[in-house]
T-cell receptor, first 115, second 114 residues
Framework: ETGVTQTPRHLVMGMTNKKSLKCEQH?????MYWYKQSAKKPLELMFV???????ENNSVPSRFSPECPNSSHLFLHLHTLQPEDSALYLC??????????????FGEGSRLTVL | GNSVTQMEGPVTLSEEAFLTINCTYT??????LFWYVQYPGEGLQLLLK?????DKGSNKGFEATYRKETTSFHLEKGSVQVSDSAVYFC?????????????FGAGTRLAVHP
């Protein structure tokens, strides 16, 4: 496989469930990102990991918990979500310092519906 | 602060029409600028970019010129096709120690009909 792969592509969960979104990149990049895409809103940057260290956390509620066990994998753990959290969650990766090409490579997204 | 403003959509065109999607930005310094495209059911893909003033990015018949004096990066295509129907995002980049942070506009949906 190449590029950035996200699973699952679709997820429906109740407000009391615990689930996780997974992202895997096969590009040798060392920075990974979670973005939230809601209808009629700009893309919102949620978290950034660089060299497996969280370098940005944009006031995201604690019911979203990221995890980056290595430079190829990124998770978003979901717990006690609200209906307004329903959105498309996009993972991306890029080269890090010294490789400022500016290009982020995105996965196809995980469509989350919270009932 | 740093921000990107795009024209609101949807933009609806007939095949072979001329396309312009306006984008302006506010930023400290001189950021690199990008257009990303999102086809239905897919993630975002880089369409083109420009890294300094007066640079022109181009790809697949699309073009955009980095205009420092007007802080703009408008996307144009001379003759659109049905397959160009997608959402287009303008973005600027902030470089931080170790990673690139993209600031996106709200996106403009383009619908091209035969």
């Amino acid at each position: 496989e190449t590029g950035v792969t996200q699973t699952p592509r679709h997820l429906v969960m109740g407000m009391t469930n615990k689930k996780s979104l997974k992202c895997e990149q096969h590009l040798g990049h060392n920075a990974m990102y979670w973005y939230k895409q809601s209808a009629k809103k700009p893309l919102e940057l949620m978290f950034v990991y660089s060299l497996e260290e969280r370098v940005e956390n944009n006031s995201v509620p604690s019911r979203f918990s990221p995890e980056c066990p290595n430079s190829s994998h990124l998770f978003l753990h979901l717990h006690t979500l609200q209906p307004e959290d329903s959105a498309l969650y996009l993972c991306a990766s890029s080269q890090g310092a010294g490789q400022n090409t500016g290009e982020l490579f995105f996965g196809e997204g995980s469509r989350l519906t919270v009932l | 602060g740093n921000s990107v403003t795009q024209m609101e959509g949807p933009v609806t065109l007939s095949e072979e029409a001329f396309l312009t999607i306006n984008c302006t930005y506010t930023a400290t310094g001189y950021p690199s600028l990008f257009w990303y495209v999102q086809y239905p059911g897919e993630g975002l893909q880089l369409l083109l970019k420009a890294t300094k003033a007066d640079d022109k990015g181009s790809n697949k018949g699309f073009e955009a010129t980095y205009r420092k004096e007007t802080t703009s990066f408008h996307l144009e295509k001379g003759s659109v096709q049905v397959s160009d129907s997608a959402v287009y995002f303008c973005a600027l980049i902030l470089y931080s120690g170790g990673y690139n942070k993209l600031i996106f506009g709200a996106g403009t949906r383009l619908a091209v009909h035969p």
